[in-house]
């Protein structure tokens, strides 16, 4: 069984998530990252992705490295982060180790998130590479 966390605070995005992903896979809702990381930080591979909003109140999951945090920890699998805050998208490939970035106010399902990672994925190992940087995992 595929397994999701999905991390935000507000409880309409995460029905949203809930109805989209209930038949598909096993899914795990978290209000914000400390929370979930105070649970799953020694076995984050227990998720095959992990999907996170952007906001938290007026906190910014990019300002605190979010998925540096993860990618430390040994965390190689798809982290998708998804907000209808406008990234730099630029910024975001080069700093930043997420798998891909959808717009909040979308539904989307198990294959649909597949599907967009095929398509779209940000290529995060290949940039820092390039950049002279070495990424956090291979």
Partial sequence: MVNVAVIDDEEFYINIWKSSLENSCSSYYFNDPDEFLEKY????NFFDFIIADVMYGSRNILKINFSKILRKHKYTKDIILYSNYKQ???????????????AKDNSYSLDELKSLLLTNRIRWKERLVKQGIKPVIN
């Fill in 41 to 44: 930080l020694d076995n984050l």
């Fill in 88 to 102: 730099n998208f630029i910024d975001l490939e080069n700093s930043h180790y997420y798998d891909l970035s959808l």
